[in-house]
Structures are given as structure tokens and as C-alpha cells.
């Protein structure tokens, strides 16, 4: 059983997350004078507090997930994602998006009496699973399902498609594989905008939590095709030009 996974997260909301990351961001060492500490502290500081927090988007202790987008063999891709913006309709918790893929998995198994997945994604083994993993931690969620994060490179658990191309701690984007072989690409399902994980808290917090959804659905039929690719399960669409005849030991 295959499932193709990905997910999005944002920067923690908790609001003494800002204050801790002020505390720590100081003005260069070269600047000595006061007046010139203080016009920093008022118009290069702030910018630098945001940088810093926006890179929490990545680190499961302090990020959050706000979608959660899969797909089992075959089957239509499922997503599970929040709001953070006021007034937007699906402001569920991070907790209720993970119990969602959870339950999701748990049925899937079942209905393939017992058959343990393969998770597949696009640096889903230190990212994706890892985060998920971290998460459940944080939150205090009962991991009801095992998450092979710790599994080492060729498990029979993973199949992360930017190792299986780049090799071990080799990266290549998933729009760049996406390009090589003529697959959409990132943003082609809203219209061609520019999103990636790095903009999707700008999606959140201008209340386009639905869209950031749709981005990470198609994220996961994205990686289906290029595992289809990477492992010779999708027919060419032309012939070879060269075809050879028997293997060489």
C-alpha cells in the first residue's frame, strides 16, 4: 500500500514566540552609538524578528501544520487543513488535522487486511514524517500510527523521491523534477500565482487557507507522477530510441 503525503506548516502562533525570537536578535557589534543602536532598533529590527520567525516554519517545535494532503495507490488525494485568519471557515485544530490522516491511515490498512504503507513523498522522510512526528509530541497527540521518521535511507518503509533521484543527502526541488518531466508544476493549480513552502504563511494570513490546501493536494498527485517516473511504473510517452535486449550481469 502506497501513501503519498505532504504537508504545509506555518510559524508558530503563540505570541510570546516573537518576544523570545526579539530577545535574542541584537544590533551588529560595529555600532557603538546610540542614537545610531536606536534608529536600528527601530526600523532594521523588526524586519529582522520576521525573517527569523518565518524560518520557524520548518522546526517541529515551533512551526504548526495547517494542511495535511494524501492519497492511498491510486485513490483521490484527501486533505485536512485550517484556517488561521478571522473568520475563516475551517479554523479546526492542528490536533484534528493530524487524528484526520491518522484515522485515514488506519482505514486504509484495514481495508487491505493489515497491509503496512510505504510512505512516499518528496523529502518526506526528514521533513514530512520527522515534522508529523514532532508534532504529535508537542500537542499531546496519541501516535495511533507508526511513523517510520527515523528510518534510514533504502528502508522498505520510504520512498523519498528526492533521494531516490539526487541520492542521500543530494536535494533537487520538487518543481525542478516536476520540469524534467513535463509534469505541473508548483502553482499551476491556482491560475500559475508563485507559491511554495516559503509563501504559505503569506497565503495563511491573507485568509487563502483554502488555496494553500489546494496547492498541497496537488503537491501529492505531483509526487505520484514522479514516483510513477522514478520507478518505471508509467508508460513512456514515446518509444526509446535505443532498445536493448537482455541484461548484463
Known amino acids: 500500500m502506497n501513501i503519498y503525503l505532504d504537508i504545509e506548516t506555518i510559524p508558530g502562533q503563540s505570541p510570546k514566540l516573537k518576544t523570545e525570537i526579539a530577545a535574542t536578535i541584537k544590533p551588529p557589534g560595529s555600532m557603538k552609538k546610540a542614537e545610531t543602536i536606536a534608529k536600528w532598533e527601530a526600523e532594521e529590527k523588526p524586519a529582522a524578528i520576521e525573517a527569523a520567525w518565518r524560518k520557524y516554519s520548518f522546526d517541529g517545535d515551533r512551526g504548526e501544520i495547517v494542511s495535511i494532503a494524501w492519497a492511498v495507490d491510486e485513490e483521490p488525494v484527501q486533505c485536512a487543513w485550517r484556517g488561521i485568519a478571522d473568520g475563516d471557515a475551517n479554523n479546526v485544530s492542528e490536533n484534528e488535522l493530524i487524528e484526520t490522516f491518522f484515522a485515514a491511515v488506519i482505514a486504509a490498512r484495514r481495508a487491505r487486511r493489515g497491509i503496512p504503507p510505504v510512505y512516499i513523498g518528496h523529502n518526506v522522510r526528514d521533513f514530512d514524517l520527522r515534522f508529523l512526528f514532532q508534532r504529535t509530541i508537542m500537542l499531546h497527540v496519541y501516535p495511533s500510527v507508526i511513523l517510520p521518521y527515523d528510518a534510514r535511507p533504502g528502508s522498505d518503509r520510504i520512498f523519498d523521491t528526492m533521494e531516490a533521484w539526487?541520492?542521500?543527502?543530494?536535494?533537487?526541488?520538487?518543481?525542478?523534477?516536476?520540469?524534467?518531466?513535463?509534469?505541473?508544476?508548483?502553482?499551476?493549480?491556482?491560475?500559475?500565482?508563485?507559491?511554495?513552502?516559503?509563501?504559505?504563511?503569506?497565503?495563511?494570513?491573507?485568509?487563502?487557507?483554502?488555496?494553500?490546501?489546494?496547492?498541497?493536494?496537488?503537491?501529492?498527485?505531483?509526487?505520484?507522477?514522479?514516483h510513477k517516473r522514478l520507478t518505471f511504473a508509467q508508460q513512456f510517452d514515446q518509444a526509446p530510441a535505443t532498445v536493448c535486449v537482455g541484461a548484463i550481469a
Do not use: Q
Request: proline share 2%; charged share 35%.
Open 166 to 226: 539526487a541520492g542521500w543527502r543530494g536535494r533537487i526541488s520538487l518543481d525542478r523534477l516536476c520540469k524534467a518531466f513535463n509534469i505541473p508544476t508548483k502553482g499551476s493549480e491556482l491560475g500559475g500565482e508563485d507559491i511554495d513552502g516559503s509563501k504559505v504563511w503569506d497565503y495563511i494570513a491573507a485568509g487563502r487557507a483554502r488555496e494553500v490546501a489546494e496547492y498541497c493536494k496537488a503537491d501529492v498527485d505531483r509526487v505520484r507522477e514522479v
